[in-house]
């Protein structure tokens, strides 16, 4: 194994393995190796006297908080004025939970030096190709690839010809030229330079290559009596840049669109203390809400009697009967998708009690069930304000696809999600599904039956669905 990479180690593991590092005089990553190497040998030096403190959690950084998760960058100063950002871009990177390894060119380190860029990184600098310490086992492929991104800042113009024309005569050039990664550069130098026929050709060819460049911004330069475009872009603008190449945003295909969803149970009283119910755990409506929300859409979610928490970004209303859903999935429009997920109740009693029926001598007390409204075919038949988009689900025990078929024929709707519920299946309550698409297409239904899958799993899968409709009708109304 030539190279190792550990990440995500607790402060405390790090502090440690600091310490003793500079203890014995080797760098971080040769004494990981020492450790591993005593281990197998069966002979480990006692932690003491670095005791590594116990974690405040056992969970992630990004569980407990909310980051996002830890990324990696090569960052390879060049040798320039510049170079007293780079500081700044350190700590700017890592506010972004973005691990820091730092190169410094000869020429740099005129300008910062390692120890200062050491103790913003809270890692080893490298400054050296031939350094015995890290080039024993080929250092210097191990900083080309063992990230997720190269950043140099600031990228000189010798240091941007010395990469167009595929030199490799110091660390930081053989680094740029034994990646695979996308390089990031944030050029720096004087306006003439930056104008300079040369410098414009070895920009145009990395640019071809698939280097990314940010600025350089136009202002007043170090030398005195110079202005114009040269200067390195801020700490902040590079840190931003950094973060879109290694966190792209997430296509949202529903911005702009507004997604009414059911969920869950209905509960239908008796009396103060009992309901009628069914064994709906809302985890599917639930799942389809975030999912929809994940795609950029404004989420209305109205949910019957859940153990489950809102969806984040999610509008929710909770209702008890399906009267109330009713009621509220009527305010809510108008949506553009309609996804009626919920499980609702399709009687109650006709006269619910306002006390505990009590058990008598002539035994049970009639019940006398109604029909609930029917929310799927109400929605669906709206002659105003129906959604472009109305889609139903099919809970069934038999007959799945023949029951689903018919169901979508009579309600009116535009698809059904036809899943098995039998007991044997788990479904309800469970975390998984496997769910049947029922849709019309030319003039004929159609069946798309897809693989079981979490449901979080078949609710990303319906939204993309989703989305793709949308996005035809939209090419078609534009045609």
């Not at 440690?16 to 281990?39: M, T």
């Not at 060819?205 to 110079?226: C, F, H, K, T, Y």
């Not at 509008?315 to 009967?321: D, L, N, Y």
């Amino acid at each position: 194994m030539a190279s190792l990479t550990i990440r995500k180690l607790d402060e405390g593991v790090k502090t440690y393995l600091r310490l003793r590092s500079a203890k014995n005089h080797r760098s971080v990553e040769e004494e990981v190796r020492v450790i591993l190497r005593e281990l197998i040998e069966g002979r480990e030096e006692p932690l003491t006297p670095f005791a590594v403190p116990p974690a405040a959690s056992t969970a992630p950084v990004s569980q407990r908080t909310g980051a996002l998760p830890e990324a990696s960058v090569t960052l390879i100063i060049g040798g320039g004025i510049a170079a007293f950002k780079s500081l700044d871009l350190i700590r700017r990177l890592k506010e972004r939970r973005i691990e820091v390894r730092c190169v410094l060119t000869k020429a740099a380190q005129q300008f910062v030096t390692p120890l200062s860029v050491s103790a913003l990184s809270h890692e080893r600098v490298y400054t050296d190709l031939f350094d015995p310490q890290s080039e024993f086992d080929a250092g210097h492929i191990r900083l080309a690839r063992d990230c997720d991104l190269i950043v140099v800042a600031p990228a000189t113009a010798d240091l941007m010809a010395k990469m167009a024309n595929g030199h490799a005569d110091d660390l930081a050039s053989a680094i740029l030229l034994a990646t695979n990664r996308k390089v990031l550069l944030a050029p720096a130098m004087n306006p003439l330079m930056w104008n300079n026929a040369a410098t414009r050709r070895n920009v145009a060819l990395l640019q071809r290559d698939g280097v990314v460049l940010i600025g350089p911004n136009s202002g007043e330069m170090a030398e005195a009596g110079e202005a114009g475009i040269g200067r390195m872009s801020e700490a902040i603008e590079i840190a931003a840049a950094t973060e879109r190449l290694l966190r792209p945003p997430v296509p949202r295909p529903l911005a702009g669109k507004r997604v009414l969803i059911t969920a869950g149970p209905t509960h239908e009283p008796i009396d103060p203390v009992r309901y009628i119910a069914n064994r709906s755990s809302g985890k599917q409506g639930f799942a389809i809400a975030a999912a929809a929300q994940a795609a950029g859409a404004e989420v209305i979610l109205v949910s019957g009697p859940v153990d489950l928490g809102d969806p984040q970004g999610v509008t929710v209303k909770h209702v008890e009967s399906a009267r109330q859903m009713l009621e509220q999935v009527q305010a809510a429009l108008p949506a553009d998708i309609a996804i009626f997920a919920a499980a609702v109740a399709d009687w109650r009693v006709a006269n619910e009690g306002e006390q505990k029926l009590k058990k008598t001598s002539a035994g049970m007390p009639p019940l006398q069930l109604v029909e609930n409204p029917d929310i799927l075919a109400t929605i669906s038949k709206l002659t105003d304000k129906r959604p472009p988009l109305v889609i139903g689900f099919a809970a069934e025990t038999e007959h799945l696809i023949d029951n689903a078929k018919s169901k979508l024929a009579r309600k009116g709707c535009d698809w059904i999600v036809a899943n098995d519920v039998s007991p044997a299946t788990g479904v309800m309550g469970g975390d998984r599904n496997t769910v049947h698409l029922i849709s019309r297409r030319d003039g004929e239904i159609a069946v798309d039956s897809w693989p079981a899958m979490t449901k979080e799993q078949v609710a990303i899968e319906l939204v993309a669905h989703v989305a793709r409709s949308v996005t035809d009708k939209s090419l078609e109304s534009a045609s």
